[in-house]
């Protein structure tokens, strides 16, 4: 069992930055896939950017050369670093594990623990 808390969440303006940063729970926390998704109301859940056990990293398209994910296992923790943020970049954010050997890092069916979330809104 994996617990996932988000944190550094925010208001920023357009042309800013934020880290998000998701602190696991267990012992385990390197043999973990993370990922990011985030979600706006009325729309799916999306994937954001992914960080697999070996530290192989892949990005949508949306966010590519703006964000960077990144791992410490030391500190059983994921973070995301969100540079020249958009308005479209709005939503809650949500850390995501996976242990299995689903391949597939943009699935949000890869994951079976998931976050609470922390809002980002971002203002034009």
């Known amino acids: 069992q994996v617990q996932l808390v988000e944190s550094g969440g925010g208001l920023v303006q357009a042309g800013g930055s934020l880290r998000l940063s998701c602190a696991a729970s267990?012992?385990?926390?390197?043999?973990?896939?993370m990922g990011w998704f985030r979600q706006v109301p009325g729309k799916e859940r999306e994937f954001v950017a992914a960080?697999?056990?070996?530290?192989?990293?892949v990005y949508a398209d949306s966010v590519k050369g703006r964000f960077t994910i990144s791992r410490d296992n030391a500190k059983s923790t994921v973070y995301l670093q969100m540079n020249s943020l958009k308005p479209e970049d709005t939503a809650v954010y949500y850390c995501?594990?996976?242990?299995?050997?689903?391949?597939?890092?943009?699935?949000?069916?890869?994951?079976?623990?998931w976050g609470q979330g922390t809002q980002v809104t971002v203002s034009s």
């Open positions: 267990g012992r385990t926390f390197s043999m973990y896939d």
């Open positions: 995501a594990a996976d242990s299995s050997l689903e391949a597939n890092l943009v699935l949000t069916t890869k994951y079976h623990y």
């Open positions: 960080i697999t056990r070996i530290r192989g990293t």
